[in-house]
């Protein structure tokens, strides 16, 4: 079943619209996935077609809000967007299992959120699926530089530029932008894929030293000389890392095969 619902949003006159796709089984896992995109981009047909082969082989629900984009918007309006989705999603999905998930830019929303939950909900125990994550959106790893002449994809000053753009009038290094900074508190379990030929594969590489420190699960699955989002190009390897994202999810969801 595939359909689309829209929110009123209490803060604004605007309805904003999430995409859902799910079955009519009971009690199967939540997926409250945010897209990438540069946070300049709306989702589009390859997340679509990622949620129809997710709810085809889970038999989960993907809730999947679209948000306010840069420039007309910053990380402060873009998280109390997705904080008013998510509470919905809560009222709806009681008592099911709920795992965040994101792609690039979505998934340093993603982290972020989660993180956002514990603190202002207290929530824990929080599962999160990411892959081709961008996490600090600063730029300033200097891994970057050498990445930069194997990524045929994404550049390096204009995401620099972005990144400023979306922090507001936030520094680069505060939690709320950087969701690498601060305590992990609430987190129990982080699965990250990413290409070595990614210029966020730093952002990878340096979540994977910040939870060596924390009390959270952290499952790498790094693929050589992939680049950006690759899941979506409907190669081998994208069938591959495919296969261990429905595992992952099935496992994090308790979900016995």
């Known amino acids: 079943m595939d359909s689309t619902i829209s929110y009123r949003n209490p803060c604004s006159q605007q309805s904003k619209d999430v995409y859902l796709a799910g079955t009519k089984e009971k009690h199967q896992p939540i997926i409250f996935y945010i ?3 540069a946070f300049v981009q709306r989702q589009n047909s390859l997340h679509f077609h990622l949620f129809k082969k997710l709810v085809s082989r889970i038999g989960c629900i993907v809730i999947a809000p679209d948000y306010p984009l840069v420039p ?3 990380v402060d309006e873009i998280y109390n967007h997705l904080a008013l ?5 809560k009222d709806l999905y009681k008592d099911q299992p ?4 994101g792609d690039s830019a979505g998934g340093g929303l993603a982290l972020g959120l989660a993180k956002l939950m514990h603190q202002e909900k207290g929530l824990i125990d929080q599962k ?4 081709s994550p961008w996490l600090d959106v600063s730029m300033n790893d200097p891994k970057i530089v050498e990445i930069q002449k194997q990524d045929a994809i994404l550049n390096h000053d204009t995401l620099q530029k972005i990144g400023k753009l979306y922090a507001g009038s936030h520094a680069l290094n505060d939690p709320i932008v950087n969701p690498l900074v601060g305590s992990f508190s609430g987190i129990k379990h982080i699965a990250v894929w990413s290409g070595t030929y990614d210029i966020l594969y730093a952002d ?3 979540l994977k030293e910040k ?6 699960i952290l499952d790498m699955h790094i693929y050589e000389n992939m680049l950006h989002t690759w899941i979506y190009f409907g190669i081998t390897e994208s069938k591959q890392a495919m296969n261990e994202i429905v595992q992952t999810i099935l496992q994090m969801s308790e979900v016995k095969t």
């Open 211 to 216: 939870v060596s420190k924390e009390d959270v």
């Open 35 to 37: 897209h990438g995109g």
């Open 128 to 131: 999160i699926v990411l892959f």
């Open 98 to 101: 709920m795992i965040w998930m």
């Open 204 to 206: 990878a590489l340096a």
């Open 72 to 74: 007309h918007a910053n």
């Open 85 to 89: 989705f998510y509470e919905k999603a």
